[in-house]
């Protein structure tokens, strides 16, 4: 019966969002009369607690294992600790849609309420907002029916959630993501509805440079996130794969970073605002088209929710339909925005331009990337693979003149020419620094990489430019924006841990029977295969390996296993990882040969952790950003 009400809320909230639209479709061009506007948010405030309260009664349904319900049979077992219940209805498809609605209606309350109820532009974000969220209802409710029953009984224990998926990081990492890509429909609504409006003296920026901050603070949060779970769960020992769906997640991220600084300086000196306008458009479509490539299953992913072409060619459809939409708003309004303000040469301003277009040739390499594939397949049949090569030769470069960039903007003027020379010693000092610290690190490590070096000298640049500029201020007293200065060292660290982790990891596959033991390296001087164990746990069973290792003079245990789930059959590779500040020792066990032996994969990670270390950084200058008060 539970089921049955929170699949009529869902209805209902559907219905409410098609009423709003018929009532604010006679307003498009113009003020909504006030009753009419009152009448309309009243409705959506309704019909979105509908939602949230469809969606916690299913939370319900779920911990408390009701396996009449198709999606919850499927995918949870009353086995499960009540974490994983829950987390379980977003680890596939159908759940996973209803937690992106859920966000996307809590993201369009809570900034519809925020506008006074006079503002201009409230009762055309409101159709926008309703319009998208009625859209991915109908998706939901038509194509993906989490609300399903199996009659006339269930399943007695449900199928078990994805083994994989049993961890915490897992269990946020989608919510954090979901939240990142679905928060930027309030900047993709707001800049749609004032193009609509037509009053183009209302400074809009400042109504949605905070949204916009926090939903690129929980996309990058996001990625983090499943970068972390991958290496450490999936046995792959690694924090990037340029994963098709990896791509379509970084690419909103770009579009995102160049939003962010092209809004700052249209609010700064009311230039670029054209182009930000069109930034904030290209990110919710770019957020849509990564939700369309992760549920069409016409890829082939870990991270893949879906496999229905039905169900990717509504998608589709609406994705082109909301896009489509949104950019001939814009391009109709082009000629009547207030744009003529030009952007001086040397300014500030123009480096920031400089970086957006660097940014939006990334998005366009990387769109390339995944797509070529699939028009490949599509038009004779082959499969064909792009992968890190392809990326690393065109980020390196783009990398390494966004850098620069970034180290002449610091001491840049807003709307003012700047000679280079003036600029002085700023340029010198981190120039040749970089170049002194790049060269220490070919030297010691003597392994020639001209693409790791590229990073290196990048990654240094952009720390050693914002090092000195803070130094520099602290005894000059003078203004320093510390959430720009925090964000953009993490950058700077990014991109160094990155190429030194290129530079100095390696691998090696052993092949080792146990009570035997091996040289590795110099490093590793004794590799001991000390036991072997089958243990039986709750819902699996388990091999678990003791492996001793000499490593640095240092004993290290390590504790790899490989588990094999009852319920669904399926086996997985737990990594040990013995880790330290400067380096991960990692060890995953993989399959037994047939003289007896075991094959295992060991992996030497340099600054791995500063990898995420860095992301933890800019996520925190973006937080003082927000929060900042300026101190002179």
């Not at 809004?263 to 605002?273: G, I, P, R, W």
């Not at 966004?402 to 840049?412: K, L, Q, T």
């Not at 700023?426 to 001209?450: G, K, Q, R």
């Amino acid at each position: 019966m539970i089921g049955e009400i929170s699949h009529f809320l869902s209805l209902a909230a559907a219905v409410m969002f098609s009423l709003i639209l018929i009532f604010n479709f006679f307003f498009f061009f113009g003020k909504a009369h006030p009753n009419q506007l009152s009448l309309s948010l009243r409705l959506f405030n309704r019909a979105c607690w509908l939602v949230f309260i469809s969606f916690g009664m299913y939370i319900y349904l779920s911990i408390n294992d009701d396996f009449t319900i198709a999606y919850i049979a499927s995918h949870s077992n009353s086995q499960l600790p009540t974490f994983y219940k829950i987390s379980s209805i977003w680890s596939a498809h159908e759940g996973s849609m209803f937690l992106w609605i859920v966000f996307l209606t809590a993201w369009s309350i809570l900034f519809i309420n925020s506008l006074h109820h006079e503002h201009s532009l409230k009762s055309t974000t409101l159709l926008m907002l309703s319009l998208i969220i009625l859209g991915f209802l109908l998706f939901l409710l038509l194509t993906s029916n989490p609300f399903e029953r199996i009659l006339p009984f269930g399943m007695a224990d449900g199928a078990d959630i994805n083994p994989v998926l049993q961890d915490p990081a897992l269990a946020i990492h989608p919510p954090m993501l979901y939240l990142g890509y679905v928060g930027f429909v309030i900047s993709f609504s707001y800049i749609t509805a004032y193009l609509l409006n037509g009053d183009f003296e209302l400074e809009w920026e400042k109504d949605i440079k905070n949204w916009s901050l926090v939903a690129w603070i929980f996309l990058t949060l996001g990625i983090a996130l499943g970068s972390w779970w991958a290496y450490y769960e999936l046995g792959w020992g690694g924090y990037w794969f340029w994963d098709p769906v990896e791509n379509v997640a970084l690419m909103p991220w770009l579009a995102a970073t160049a939003f962010m600084h092209s809004l700052y300086a249209s609010s700064k000196s009311s230039v670029l605002k054209t182009w930000t306008m069109f930034l904030g458009i290209l990110i919710f479509a770019l957020s849509l088209f990564g939700a369309f490539i992760v549920r069409s299953g016409i890829i082939d992913s870990v991270h893949s929710f879906a496999n229905d072409p039905q169900r990717g060619l509504y998608l589709l459809i609406f994705s082109g339909f909301i896009t489509l939409l949104a950019l001939g708003i814009f391009a109709y309004r082009i000629p009547s925005l207030n744009t003529n303000k030009l952007v001086v040469t040397g300014s500030k301003e123009s480096f920031l331009s400089m970086n957006n277009l660097l940014m939006i040739t990334s998005i366009f390499s990387i769109f390339l990337g995944v797509t070529y594939p699939l028009i490949i397949e599509a038009i004779n049949g082959d499969k064909v693979s792009i992968g890190p090569p392809y990326y690393n030769t065109i980020f390196a470069p783009l990398i390494l003149i966004a850098s620069i960039f970034i180290m002449i903007s610091i001491d840049s003027l807003w709307q003012r020419s700047k000679p280079l020379k003036s600029f002085g010693y700023s340029l010198l000092i981190p120039t040749i620094l970089s170049l002194i610290f790049t060269y220490v690190v070919w030297h010691v490590t003597a392994i020639f990489s001209i693409l790791s070096y590229i990073g290196v000298f990048s990654g240094s640049i952009i720390l050693f430019s914002y090092l000195s500029r803070i130094l520099n201020n602290f005894f000059s007293k003078k203004f320093v924006n510390k959430g720009s200065a925090i964000a953009h060292i993490g950058l700077g660290l990014l991109f160094l841990a990155v190429s030194l982790n290129s530079i100095l990891s390696y691998e090696k596959n052993l092949n080792i029977s146990p009570g035997e033991s091996t040289l590795v390296n110099e490093s590793i001087k004794e590799f001991s295969f000390d036991d072997i164990k089958v243990l039986k746990a709750s819902n699996h069973d388990v091999i678990s390996v003791e492996v001793s290792l000499l490593q640095d003079g240092k004993n290290i245990l390590l504790n790899p296993q490989k588990r094999k789930y009852s319920t669904r059959g399926q086996i997985t590779t737990e990594s040990s990882i013995h880790a330290s500040i400067l380096k991960d020792t990692y060890l995953t066990i993989g399959d037994q040969l047939e003289n007896g032996s075991w094959t295992f994969s060991l992996k030497i990670n340099y600054f791995i952790k500063w990898i995420w270390f860095s992301a933890f950084l800019m996520i925190i200058g973006m937080l003082i950003t927000i929060f900042k008060k300026k101190v002179i």
